[in-house]
């Protein structure tokens, strides 16, 4: 892809040198006079950190385009030249406030006009994460992954999108993540860590399972950024369909309270995640015993009764057995 670069492309760049190189000549002529003074007068007087969508003056491009950038950035072009922003520079109807390096930098010309004048662009790490998240979100925003970032649980946070990513400098080229997974959630996510560490757990340091599998670290409608199927059901049955049913005889609290009613998502020192360590003890929540007399045996506390799931194996529901036995 990156072959096919337009011979319009390449006249746009030998136009933008020759661009430049006036403005270096303009720089060293005119030294310090006023005329230079006048003009970054003029121009610190704009928003200095006018977003991906502004535009110049009327009729005045300030847009150089990234071959421009390459010229004195040339590590940082070759190394964004191999991420997937490299396709913004494809980007024709975005125009160039959605391309290159402008599309995340903003406009560059005035930069360039003073050899690389740092307050004339703007630079991520001096501003707020709700700035950069805004930046990002330009492009990232409705209709993707990233569409409820502004109401999660991150954002209200002052987490961003430079905590977990890095357009730079990324540790994990897949999705420009800062560091890999799950490190990146452990250094801020302590005890989550601590329950991955438990005897039983869902194999995420083992690389089996992943956060985002069951998160979405940019937000959802649910709470505790927990994803939902489309259908709108528990994000458990993803993995776990043979759960799902439906069954002519459900367990009701699958159903109406859901998994996490008896186990717990990320880890445990019980067997089976679940959130006691005794079976009998998890029904007893519920089930108390001696009832006004449920059918069939009657259900003591003797040891017979303990394991309750020793009997009523399919716990989680049955089209044979409205007891949930085999
Ligand atoms: C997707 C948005 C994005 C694009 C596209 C982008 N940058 Fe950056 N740039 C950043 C962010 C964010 C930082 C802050 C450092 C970081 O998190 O990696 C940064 C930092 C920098 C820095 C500071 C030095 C450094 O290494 O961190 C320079 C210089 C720079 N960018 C130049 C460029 C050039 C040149 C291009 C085009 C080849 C470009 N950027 C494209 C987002 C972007
Ligand atoms: C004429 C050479 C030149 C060109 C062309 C140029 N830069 Fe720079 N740029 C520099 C210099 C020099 C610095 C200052 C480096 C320093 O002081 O650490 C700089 C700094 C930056 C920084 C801030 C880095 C920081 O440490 O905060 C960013 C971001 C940046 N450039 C982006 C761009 C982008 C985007 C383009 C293209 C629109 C571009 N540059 C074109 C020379 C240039
Ligand atoms: C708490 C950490 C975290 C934050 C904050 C975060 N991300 Fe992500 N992002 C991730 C992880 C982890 C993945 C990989 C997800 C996967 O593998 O499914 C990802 C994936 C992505 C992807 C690629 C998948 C896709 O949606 O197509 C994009 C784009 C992205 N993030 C953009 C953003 C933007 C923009 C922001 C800020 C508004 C942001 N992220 C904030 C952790 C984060
Ligand atoms: C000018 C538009 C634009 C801006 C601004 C922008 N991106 Fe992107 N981003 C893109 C495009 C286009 C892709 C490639 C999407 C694809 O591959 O389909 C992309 C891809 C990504 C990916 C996915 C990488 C992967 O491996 O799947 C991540 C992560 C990402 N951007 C994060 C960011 C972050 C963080 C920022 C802010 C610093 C940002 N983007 C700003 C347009 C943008
Ligand atoms: C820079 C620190 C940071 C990183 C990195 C980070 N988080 Fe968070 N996360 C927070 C903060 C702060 C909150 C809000 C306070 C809280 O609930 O702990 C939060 C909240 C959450 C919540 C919602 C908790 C709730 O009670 O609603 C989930 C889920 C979550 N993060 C998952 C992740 C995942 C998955 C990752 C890795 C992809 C990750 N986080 C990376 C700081 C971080
Ligand atoms: C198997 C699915 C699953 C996986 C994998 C998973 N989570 Fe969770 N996580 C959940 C569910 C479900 C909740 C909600 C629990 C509740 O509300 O009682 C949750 C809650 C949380 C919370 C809120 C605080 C808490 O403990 O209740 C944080 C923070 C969090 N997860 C972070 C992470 C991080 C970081 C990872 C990866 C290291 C991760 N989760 C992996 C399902 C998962
Ligand atoms: C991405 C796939 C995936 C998702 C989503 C998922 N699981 Fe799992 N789960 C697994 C795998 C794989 C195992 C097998 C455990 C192993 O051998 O590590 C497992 C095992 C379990 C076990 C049995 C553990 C044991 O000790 O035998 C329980 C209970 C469980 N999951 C509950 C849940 C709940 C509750 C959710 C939703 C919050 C969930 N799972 C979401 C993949 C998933
Ligand atoms: C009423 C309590 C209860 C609810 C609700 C519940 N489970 Fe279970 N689950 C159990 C018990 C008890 C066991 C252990 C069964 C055994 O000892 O053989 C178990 C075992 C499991 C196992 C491992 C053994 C197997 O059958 O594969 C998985 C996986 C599992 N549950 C997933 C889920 C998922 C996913 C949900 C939500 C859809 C869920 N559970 C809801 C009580 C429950
Ligand atoms: C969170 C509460 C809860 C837990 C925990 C729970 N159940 Fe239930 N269970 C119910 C409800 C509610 C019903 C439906 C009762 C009804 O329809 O009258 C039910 C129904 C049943 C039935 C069908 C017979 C009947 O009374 O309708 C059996 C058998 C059963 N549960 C066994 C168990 C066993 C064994 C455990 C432990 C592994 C368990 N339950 C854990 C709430 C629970
Ligand atoms: C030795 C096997 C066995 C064990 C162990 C066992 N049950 Fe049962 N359970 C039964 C039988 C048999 C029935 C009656 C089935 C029928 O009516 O067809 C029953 C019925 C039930 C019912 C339905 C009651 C009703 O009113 O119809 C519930 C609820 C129940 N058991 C819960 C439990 C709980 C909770 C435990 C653990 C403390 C447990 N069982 C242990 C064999 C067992």
Redesign the pocket.
């Known amino acids: 892809m990156r072959m096919l670069m337009p011979a319009s492309s390449r006249t746009a760049r030998v136009f933008l040198l020759s661009l430049l190189s006036f403005f270096v000549l303009v720089v060293l002529a005119a030294g310090q006079t006023q005329q230079v003074a006048d003009k970054s007068a003029q121009s610190t007087s704009r928003p200095p950190a006018s977003g991906p969508a502004s535009e110049g003056p009327k009729g005045v491009s300030q847009y150089v385009g990234a071959e421009t950038c390459k010229t004195c950035h040339e590590d940082l072009y070759n190394a964004w030249e191999k991420t997937p922003h490299w396709k913004t520079t494809l980007n024709k109807e975005g125009g160039p406030s959605h391309q290159g390096c402008e599309g995340c930098h903003g406009p560059g010309a005035d930069h360039v006009a003073g050899g690389g004048d740092k307050t004339k662009i703007f630079t991520f790490k001096d501003a707020s994460r709700q700035e950069t998240s805004a930046r990002c979100l330009s492009c990232h925003g409705e209709g993707h992954e990233q569409s409820h970032f502004a109401e999660s649980a991150h954002a209200s946070s002052d987490v961003g999108c430079l905590d977990c990513h890095s357009p730079h400098h990324a540790r994990e080229e897949q999705h420009l993540l800062a560091e890999k997974q799950p490190q990146l959630c452990y250094g801020c996510h302590t005890a989550a860590k601590a329950d991955f560490a438990k005897p039983y757990h869902h194999r995420v340091n083992e690389g089996l399972v992943q956060c985002n599998d069951c998160h979405n670290p940019h937000g959802t409608a649910t709470i505790r950024q927990v994803r939902a199927l489309p259908s709108g059901d528990a994000v458990c049955y993803k993995c776990h369909v043979d759960k799902q049913g439906p069954f002519v005889?459900e367990?009701?609290?699958v159903k109406?309270?859901g998994c996490g009613?008896?186990h717990t998502p990320h880890g445990s020192t019980n067997p089976r995640l679940l959130k006691v360590s005794l079976?009998?003890m998890?029904?007893?929540?519920?089930?108390t015993f001696p009832t006004p007399g449920?059918s069939g045996p009657a259900h003591n506390q003797s040891a017979k009764y303990q394991a309750?799931?020793m009997?009523?194996t399919q716990?989680h529901g049955s089209n044979f057995s409205?007891?949930?036995f085999k």
């Open positions: 005889y367990h009701v609290p109406t309270e009613s008896c079976v009998n998890l029904c007893l929540q519920c089930h449920p309750c799931t009997c009523h716990i409205n007891v949930f």
